[in-house]
């Protein structure tokens, strides 16, 4: 009535209501706006691990009830069973991811670099941190040496100048090991010297690289991490070799997965698009170190407009190798598709806030039916990073693979399963080829290689391997192995022609073994029911009694009736 008499209408009266709340409320409730929206476009969690008293998030695992590996392995680390806290002032996947690229405070270390040349004229750039090297003595490595070695293979455009690289090997060669970075050819300050160029599925050169490792230094345990892009070839090369692989052990870290669903994933957001762009140029600068060969093999002009990773593996990628389109190539290098054939023990790390690599590419199925994978998941870590401490001086992943590692290598399993496989070698083959792939057009390849005889390949070496002097007591370990395995290797084929049952006898003993391994898991998880669920089992079967007690009283009165009567009408 009052708007009515004054002639005003119901929106003059909003504004002039509106007027008369102080700027400094619209300016707080505006700042409050953009808080949250702040906090959800860059994914911040800071709030969430207040609320849970900053003890993180628990490890979520992933494998195979029978798994081995995880009960004879997995089941020691430690921080494979505990919680995940990122660093507070990282507390979002794109901060830590950022972080990691600018700073990542990697440990100051030297490299001992030896050049290694491919079959197909390619160079590969392998540095080396020994053990020796931390102590400031001259480490050379003994053809005959046992230490363990382990072969790092970077993700894309990376090379062993990264952070995430320089922690992973400065914590292995602290731990006594001798490490190596596989860098792709093109990368690490190394001309590209032939017409090949890596890709996410170009495993050649992970496979020459561990099989001239493994002639050289035979003796020594061989042991494999990849991350991301690095971690995709790995897998997928362990998924080739299948049993035939002299590799121990290895590790995936941030592994895309299936690159079709991360195609799609990384051009869905706005934030993803901005890493699209961010690697597109990071490819562009590697295909401007080598422009006189891309110019020749590829679209250069397309390359470079390429504005995000599809556009540079259309223009390059795909003409280079190739490939008939860009999914083609995303199909056939997807390590997801190889995930069942992997036959050593693997640990699989991967972030579920991971910008880059999403969570809907992991393939949970197929790591569960595989007895030699575990999978670990945190809901924090971003790409590659997994700060933590207040400092962010440490890698919550590399603790991780560094504990698994160093598990596998002192347990049983890994020394009985390389004596399986060099027993089954002879009689067992993947279903995968083995030999260097030679088609182009089916396989991927850029340039044909030659498929007789070992790898006769060219090494410019500054490493200079002479004999080295262990510790007494690793002499002492290498040699009770190598004594009992001689041993167990000279008998068996003495008593088998002389008693021809013992051999049958000894199988059947093995495979009754090989039952009560199988079964032990399941007795304890029975056991493990039967003591903290009885309670629950008994106050069920209350609740189903008591639930069905109208039912069944009904239908014993229906029976017990029509009995009393059968004998009354016969009498």
Same mark, same amino acid.
């Given at each position: 009535?009052?708007?009515?008499?004054?002639?005003?209408?119901?929106?003059?009266?909003?504004?002039?209501?509106?007027?008369?709340?102080?700027?400094?409320?619209?300016?707080?409730?505006?700042?409050?706006?953009?808080?949250?929206?702040?906090?959800?476009?860059?994914?911040?969690?800071?709030?969430?691990?207040?609320?849970?008293?900053?003890?993180?998030?628990?490890?979520?695992?992933?494998?195979?009830?029978?798994?081995?590996?995880?009960?004879?392995?997995?089941?020691?680390?430690?921080? =494979?069973?505990?919680?995940? $806290?990122?660093?507070?002032w990282l507390a979002s996947p794109h901060l830590q991811t950022l972080f990691l690229g600018i700073h990542g405070?990697?440990?100051?270390?030297?490299?001992?670099?030896?050049?290694?040349?491919?079959?197909?004229?390619?160079?590969?750039? $392998?540095?080396?941190?020994?053990?020796?090297? $931390?102590?400031?003595?001259?480490?050379?490595?003994?053809?005959?040496?046992?230490?363990?070695? =382990?072969v790092v293979v970077p993700g894309l455009t990376s090379d062993s100048d990264a952070a995430y690289a320089k922690?992973?090997?400065?914590?292995?060669?602290?731990?006594?090991?001798?490490?190596?970075?596989?860098?792709?050819?093109?990368?690490?300050?190394?001309?590209?010297?032939?017409?090949?160029?890596?890709?996410?599925?170009?495993?050649?050169?992970?496979?020459?690289?561990?099989?001239?490792?493994?002639?050289?230094?035979?003796?020594?345990?061989?042991?494999?991490?990849?991350?991301?892009?690095?971690?995709?070839?790995?897998?997928?090369?362990?998924?080739?070799?299948?049993? &035939?692989?002299?590799?121990?052990?290895?590790?995936?870290?941030?592994?895309?997965?299936?690159?079709?669903?991360?195609?799609?994933?990384?051009?869905?957001?706005?934030?993803?698009?901005?890493?699209?762009?961010?690697?597109?140029?990071?490819?562009?600068?590697?295909?401007?170190?080598?422009?006189?060969?891309?110019?020749?093999?590829?679209?250069?002009?397309?390359?470079?407009?390429?504005?995000?990773?599809?556009?540079?593996?259309?223009?390059?990628?795909?003409?280079?190798?190739?490939?008939?389109?860009?999914?083609?190539?995303?199909?056939?290098?997807?390590?997801?598709?190889?995930?069942?054939?992997?036959?050593?023990?693997?640990?699989?790390?991967?972030?579920?806030?991971?910008?880059?690599?999403?969570?809907?590419?992991?393939?949970?199925?197929?790591?569960?039916?595989?007895?030699?994978?575990?999978?670990?998941?945190?809901?924090?870590?971003?790409?590659?990073?997994?700060?933590?401490?207040?400092?962010?001086?440490?890698?919550?992943?590399?603790?991780?693979?560094?504990?698994?590692?160093?598990?596998?290598?002192?347990?049983?399993?890994?020394?009985?399963?390389?004596?399986?496989?060099?027993?089954?070698?002879?009689?067992?083959?993947?279903?995968?080829?083995?030999?260097?792939?030679?088609?182009?057009?089916?396989?991927?390849?850029?340039?044909?290689?030659?498929?007789?005889?070992?790898?006769?390949?060219?090494?410019?070496?500054?490493?200079?391997?002479?004999?080295?002097?262990?510790?007494?007591?690793?002499?002492?370990?290498?040699?009770?192995?190598?004594?009992?395995?001689?041993?167990?290797?000279?008998?068996?084929?003495?008593?088998?022609?002389?008693?021809?049952?013992?051999?049958?006898?000894?199988?059947?003993?093995?495979?009754?073994?090989?039952?009560?391994?199988?079964?032990?898991?399941?007795?304890? &998880?029975?056991?493990?029911?039967?003591?903290?669920?009885?309670?629950?089992?008994?106050?069920?079967?209350?609740?189903?009694?008591?639930?069905?007690?109208?039912?069944?009283?009904?239908?014993?009165?229906?029976?017990?009736?029509?009995?009393?009567?059968?004998?009354?009408?016969?009498?």
């Amino acid at each position: 009535m009052a708007a009515a008499a004054s002639g005003e209408s119901a929106g003059e009266l909003l504004l002039r209501a509106a007027a008369l709340v102080p700027a400094e409320h619209y300016a707080l409730a505006a700042l409050v706006a953009v808080s949250v929206l702040a906090y959800r476009f860059v994914e911040l969690h800071a709030i969430g691990d207040l609320l849970r008293g900053l003890r993180g998030r628990r490890v979520e695992l992933t494998f195979h009830p029978a798994s081995e590996i995880y009960h004879r392995v997995a089941s020691k680390c430690r921080s =494979l069973h505990g919680r995940y $806290l990122a660093t507070p002032w990282l507390a979002s996947p794109h901060l830590q991811t950022l972080f990691l690229g600018i700073h990542g405070r990697p440990p100051s270390f030297t490299y001992k670099r030896q050049l290694y040349t491919v079959r197909d004229g390619g160079t590969i750039a $392998l540095d080396w941190l020994l053990a020796f090297d $931390l102590e400031d003595a001259d480490g050379i490595i003994s053809k005959d040496s046992s230490t363990p070695l =382990l072969v790092v293979v970077p993700g894309l455009t990376s090379d062993s100048d990264a952070a995430y690289a320089k922690h992973l090997v400065h914590s292995m060669a602290r731990k006594g090991w001798n490490v190596v970075v596989s860098n792709h050819r093109g990368l690490g300050g190394v001309s590209i010297t032939s017409d090949c160029l890596y890709n996410a599925g170009w495993t050649e050169d992970v496979r020459e690289t561990i099989n001239y490792l493994h002639c050289k230094y035979p003796k020594a345990p061989m042991f494999c991490v990849g991350t991301s892009i690095g971690a995709n070839i790995v897998v997928k090369y362990l998924g080739e070799e299948g049993k &035939s692989t002299p590799v121990a052990g290895a590790a995936s870290i941030c592994s895309p997965w299936d690159l079709v669903v991360g195609d799609r994933f990384i051009s869905r957001k706005l934030v993803q698009r901005l890493y699209d762009k961010a690697l597109a140029f990071g490819l562009k600068g590697y295909a401007k170190l080598h422009q006189p060969i891309l110019a020749r093999l590829a679209n250069w002009e397309g390359i470079n407009k390429s504005r995000s990773i599809r556009e540079f593996d259309h223009h390059a990628t795909c003409i280079v190798a190739k490939y008939e389109t860009v999914d083609t190539y995303y199909r056939r290098c997807s390590s997801a598709s190889f995930v069942g054939n992997v036959s050593v023990p693997l640990l699989c790390v991967n972030a579920l806030d991971d910008p880059v690599c999403t969570r809907e590419a992991i393939p949970w199925d197929e790591c569960r039916a595989n007895k030699n994978i575990v999978l670990a998941t945190t809901q924090n870590g971003g790409h590659l990073a997994f700060f933590q401490g207040l400092t962010a001086g440490k890698l919550w992943w590399v603790g991780a693979v560094s504990e698994f590692l160093c598990a596998l290598h002192d347990s049983s399993y890994m020394h009985r399963q390389k004596a399986e496989d060099h027993v089954l070698h002879s009689s067992l083959e993947s279903s995968i080829d083995k030999s260097p792939y030679v088609s182009i057009l089916g396989d991927g390849m850029i340039a044909p290689v030659i498929n007789e005889g070992p790898p006769s390949s060219q090494i410019t070496d500054d490493l200079k391997p002479n004999a080295v002097i262990n510790s007494t007591q690793e002499d002492e370990q290498a040699k009770e192995v190598e004594n009992k395995s001689v041993t167990d290797a000279d008998t068996v084929p003495a008593q088998s022609p002389a008693v021809p049952g013992s051999a049958k006898q000894q199988g059947e003993e093995r495979y009754a073994d090989k039952i009560r391994d199988a079964i032990a898991p399941v007795k304890r &998880s029975l056991s493990k029911l039967t003591r903290y669920q009885g309670r629950s089992v008994w106050l069920l079967a209350y609740v189903a009694l008591v639930t069905s007690w109208p039912l069944l009283g009904s239908l014993a009165f229906m029976v017990f009736r029509k009995k009393s009567r059968n004998p009354l009408s016969a009498k």
